[in-house]
């Protein structure tokens, strides 16, 4: 992976939803060939090679800690994981749990490794939410370089295990998403799901696919798990 230091000159994004997110990777290790952040990384950043670099923004923890306020519900990260192998030396996923935690913000993380288990002192301490994104229980090459699904569902586990508020992404849902084994293997360690389907398949020259919806709500029935559909 080559990677980029810069200086940013704010860290925190106001999303149409009403939360914050900070970004402050932006570039994937685990580069999955339905990521749509890819494309923001190349309008917003230059960034070309989405898949082999990642741009570092050092003062990323300063920003936070002048920027953040009580109550601010903050999420990290959209475009980036969180917690790609570059979190292991760098630590400012951990290092922001801190600040925000300490500042009073709510805290919520996406994630598609089992490294976010380092910070489950952090993650605990200040309540923050843990979503994992899991699009099939199988490893799929769509996901090449993402940690395995079952390792993901393993560090769900244990989280739940361990108290911690968690659920499950399952999306962009793909021809291979085993959606009821998904759920099957997950509803006892995550408080409730999103489901989403493919999104910007034209720019990323993908094919459409469109999810079974009455499918997804019959498999909700049936394990009663909380979901929401976003398409
Ligand atoms: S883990 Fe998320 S941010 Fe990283 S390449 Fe995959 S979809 Fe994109």
């Not at 082999?52 to 002048?66: E, G, H, M, S």
């Not at 980036?80 to 951990?94: G, N």
Request: glycine residues 6%; contains cysteine; aromatic residues 10%.
């Amino acid at each position: 992976m080559n990677v980029k230091y810069i200086r940013a000159k704010s860290i925190l994004t106001k999303s149409t939803l009403g939360k914050y997110t900070i970004n402050h990777y932006v570039g994937c290790h685990h580069a999955c060939t339905y990521c749509y952040a890819r494309l923001y990384g190349k309008k917003y950043y230059g960034l070309d090679d989405w898949d082999n670099t990642v741009i570092v923004k050092q003062n990323a923890v300063q920003l936070a800690r002048k920027s953040v306020k009580p109550g601010m519900t903050v999420w990290m990260s959209s475009m980036s994981d969180p917690y790609q192998p570059i979190e292991a030396k760098e630590k400012l996923t951990r290092q922001l749990i801190g600040v925000l935690g300490a500042k009073g913000a709510n805290i919520e993380i996406l994630t598609k490794s089992p490294l976010v288990l380092r910070d489950a002192d952090l993650i605990k301490r200040y309540d923050a939410l843990v979503g994992f994104t899991i699009v099939s229980t199988r490893r799929i090459d769509a996901e090449r370089r993402a940690p395995h699904p079952k390792a993901r569902i393993e560090a769900l586990k244990k989280l739940k295990e361990n108290g911690i508020r968690t659920y499950l992404f399952v999306g962009p849902i793909l021809p291979e998403t085993d959606v009821e084994e998904i759920v099957r293997q997950t509803h006892k360690y995550a408080d409730f799901y999103y489901f989403d389907r493919l999104r910007h398949v034209k720019e990323l020259g993908i094919e459409p696919f469109r999810p079974d919806k009455a499918e997804i709500m019959r498999v909700a029935r049936e394990y009663e798990i909380k979901a929401h559909i976003l398409f």
